[in-house]
């Protein structure tokens, strides 16, 4: 019995199967040596989250979970870091907040201007270039 296939082009895709993995493995581990170099939240962001988390269009779990952060049950580093994502209450608070996310998500690919869903969505005001000598909102410093 004959092999089915052309050995030369079989060959052809396992080399092309080798270089793409190499590939892979070459980026990865130049990813993880520049690391990740956003300057993360700063207090006043943190203290702006938390302000819209404890606020009355809050979902339930939110508010749970961020009075567990005050009586220091948790930290804002935790669940920012995503070390606390196996916690049950963390996971009920990001699961609350998903629906609104997917609404955003559709309503900015739909086109709609980034600010407007925001402001729709209840949270901060628009900020000006006066309120945020860097230019950049909390989305912008956090990406």
Excluded at 33 to 56: F, M, T, Y
Excluded at 63 to 79: F, T, Y
């Amino acid at each position: 019995m004959t092999f089915p296939y052309d050995k030369a082009r079989l060959d052809a895709l396992v080399a092309d199967v080798d270089a793409r993995i190499a590939n892979v493995e070459r980026t990865a581990v130049e990813a993880a040596a520049v690391g990740n170099r956003a300057p993360g939240l700063s207090e006043k962001d943190i203290a702006e989250i938390e302000r819209h988390a404890l606020g009355p269009n809050a979902p339930k779990e939110m508010r749970e979970m961020v009075q567990r952060i005050k009586a220091g049950e948790l930290s804002w580093d935790d669940v920012l870091s995503g070390r606390a994502l196996d916690d049950e209450g963390v996971q009920k608070a990001m699961a609350a907040n998903l629906d609104g996310l997917r609404q955003a998500h559709d309503a900015i690919r739909e086109g709609q201007d980034p600010q407007d869903v925001i402001d729709a969505l209840g949270a901060a005001p628009r900020r000006t270039d006066d309120d945020d000598p860097d230019g950049g909102g909390i989305m912008r410093e956090a990406w």
